[in-house]
Antibody
Framework: QVQLVQSGAEVKKPGASVKVSCRAS????????IHWVRQAPGQRPEWMGW????????KSSQKFQGRVTLTRDTSASTAYMELSSLRSEDTAVYYC?????????????WGQGTLVTVSS | DIQMTQSPSSLSASVGDRVTITCRAS??????LNWYQQKPGKAPELLIS???SLQSGVPSRFRGSGSGTDFTLTITSLQPEDFATYYC?????????FGPGTKVDIK
């Protein structure tokens, strides 16, 4: 069965960076894109960007451009999201999600979420 | 960016009730509208994709409809496990965007 398993919770100081991993299993990693979505407390989910599992192409929301780096390691079936220059407003649960179909696909499987807390 | 709105923002209902949630996009998104259910402390789960396609394993009491800018999620007979927050999401264009959510709780 398809599973996405994320790395554990992080506490960071303002200005630092955080890198979250998302290990996929149960399907061919290179066949689907992985998206990153974050959700601040009590807020709607917010899309951050995506990486093509096959060719590694990425696209991120303009809101995060310059601060977010999406990478993947196909040998480990793992995607990574690094967010830099953290501020308190970045405190949220970060999710990875698989795109279920190429082009316009929904997020059919999600990781369990990684809580990132930014606090001095 | 495409803005998504939902109504109502919350509702109280009883087991067995028929519940309808609406979602509106700020421009046409064809049928590229997905619905998710989220329970506290959990990741969202896909219920319906492409406006009306029921995800495998999702009970048939969940129904989606609509196209263009106006969409509806209907739960035909609310069950205890359906009390949750529901989000619509457009997958028509980047940046992908979600609605603000509709919280369904027990009357």
């Amino acid at each position: 069965q398809v599973q996405l398993v994320q790395s554990g919770a992080e506490v960071k100081k303002p200005g630092a960076s955080v890198k979250v991993s998302c290990r996929a299993s149960g399907y061919t990693f290179t066949s689907n894109a992985i998206h990153w979505v974050r959700q601040a407390p009590g807020q709607r989910p917010e899309w951050m960007g995506w990486i093509n599992g096959g060719n590694g192409n990425t696209k991120s929301s303009q809101k995060f451009q310059g601060r977010v780096t999406l990478t993947r390691d196909t040998s480990a079936s793992t995607a990574y999201m690094e967010l830099s220059s953290l501020r308190s407003e970045d405190t949220a649960v970060y999710y990875c999600a698989r795109e279920g179909a190429p082009s316009h696909g929904p997020f059919d499987y999600w990781g369990q979420g990684t809580l990132v807390t930014v606090s001095s | 960016d495409i803005q998504m709105t939902q109504s109502p923002s919350s509702l109280s209902a009883s087991v067995g009730d028929r519940v309808t949630i609406t979602c509106r996009a700020s421009q046409s998104i064809a049928i590229y509208l997905n619905w998710y259910q989220q329970k506290p402390g959990k990741a969202p789960e896909l219920l319906i994709s492409a406006a009306s396609s029921l995800q495998s394993g999702v009970p048939s009491r969940f129904r989606g409809s609509g196209s263009g800018t106006d969409f509806t999620l209907t739960i035909t007979s609310l069950q205890p496990e359906d009390f949750a927050t529901y989000y619509c999401q457009q997958s028509y264009s980047i940046p992908l965007t979600f609605g603000p959510g509709t919280k369904v709780d027990i009357k």
